[in-house]
């Protein structure tokens, strides 16, 4: 289900969490980075639940497969790291 402590751990409080995902912004421009949910993904406590069909601007992409994302459509906005496996390039 995309658990088990694969992703990043986000630690500090959450301004700083987004200033430091602000210097990692896409190069590629918004439209580039533009992904839709292919599957609904069940959050935990250290990440958050979404389903099929949101959309998300990818902000930092992550070797680890946990992507830095702001939902734009689907659910209310929110950012966060989600699993890359959940995700496709929006058409």
């Given amino acids: 289900r995309g ?3 694969l992703g990043p751990r986000v630690t500090g409080k959450v301004g700083e969490t987004r200033e430091k995902a602000a210097s990692f912004l896409n190069a590629d421009g918004p439209k580039d980075s533009l992904y839709v949910a292919v599957a609904n993904f069940e959050g935990d406590e250290d990440t958050s639940s979404f389903q099929e069909g949101t ?5 930092e992409k992550n070797s680890s497969g946990w992507w830095f994302c702001q ?6 906005s929110w950012e966060g790291w989600i699993p890359s ?7």
């Avoid at 496996?85 to 058409?91: A, F, G, M, S, T």
């Fill in 55 to 59: 959309v998300f601007e990818v902000r």
């Fill in 71 to 76: 939902v734009l459509s689907g659910a209310p």
């Fill in 3 to 5: 658990k088990g402590g």
């Fill in 85 to 91: 496996n959940y995700l496709r390039k929006k058409p």
